[in-house]
């Protein structure tokens, strides 16, 4: 087991890795200068769907679209 100076920062600070790679990614794309800031800001949208489950078996599933600026 590594020692706690061997612990990265990102962990130090209580930050999960997928915060800390989500707030760099961010960051990189805020610093982009244009076209490649629209376009790269167009791919940081999720689209997922979500089916609730009753008596095993899926009801329709629900389509969302979220984006982190929302």
Avoid at 1 to 7: D, P, Q, T
Avoid at 37 to 53: D, G, P, Q, Y
């Amino acid at each position: 087991m590594a020692s706690n100076g061997a612990v990265p920062f990102w962990r130090a600070a209580g930050m999960t890795y997928i915060t800390y790679s989500n707030i760099c990614a961010n960051l990189v794309r805020n610093c982009l200068k244009e076209p490649y800031k629209t376009e790269a800001l167009t791919r940081e949208k999720v689209h997922f769907s979500i089916s609730k489950w009753t008596e095993g078996k899926p009801e329709k599933p629900t389509i969302r679209s979220d984006s982190p600026e929302e």
